[in-house]
């Protein structure tokens, strides 16, 4: 089961993500994570720490969310994705595409630019 918390206290949207990202379990929340970047602009840190698992559907989701923000001049970083997520980045070389960073205080600085 893929669980959320949205944080939306600060200069940007947080949302952690626990569980596994894939095609039965991703479909709503990513869904949901569309309308935080919907706005021109808008900036979301994805903290995948606690993702166990993904597939081709959840990094289908990503990329889509990703080029969701970017086309509203908006931006997307996943951060610290699990050993196994960042495998996954690595052999799919999504890794050379999508924003990562170490941990939260690289995706202020990161989002804080933008």
Same mark, same amino acid.
């Given at each position: 089961? @893929?669980?959320?918390?949205?944080?939306?206290?600060?200069?940007?949207?947080?949302?952690?993500?626990?569980?596994?990202?894939?095609?039965?379990?991703?479909?709503?929340?990513?869904?949901?994570?569309?309308?935080?970047?919907?706005?021109?602009?808008?900036k979301?840190?994805?903290? @995948?720490?606690?993702?166990? @698992?993904?597939?081709?559907?959840? @990094?289908?989701?990503?990329?889509?969310?990703?080029?969701?923000?970017?086309?509203?001049?908006?931006?997307?970083?996943?951060?610290?994705?699990?050993?196994?997520?960042s495998?996954?980045?690595?052999?799919?070389?999504?890794?050379?595409?999508?924003?990562?960073?170490?941990?939260?205080?690289?995706?202020?600085?990161?989002?804080?630019?933008?």
């Open positions: 089961m @893929l669980e959320k918390k949205i944080d939306k206290s600060g200069p940007f949207v947080i949302a952690h993500l626990s569980g596994e990202l894939t095609a039965s379990e991703s479909e709503g929340v990513i869904e949901e994570l569309h309308e935080h970047v919907a706005g021109k602009g808008a979301l840190a994805v903290d @995948l720490s606690d993702v166990a @698992l993904i597939d081709s559907s959840g @990094l289908s989701a990503l990329v889509s969310l990703v080029n969701h923000a970017r086309l509203g001049e908006g931006a997307v970083v996943l951060v610290a994705p699990s050993s196994f997520v495998g996954i980045f690595s052999v799919t070389r999504l890794d050379t595409w999508f924003d990562i960073c170490a941990n939260m205080n690289e995706a202020g600085k990161a989002l804080t630019q933008r």
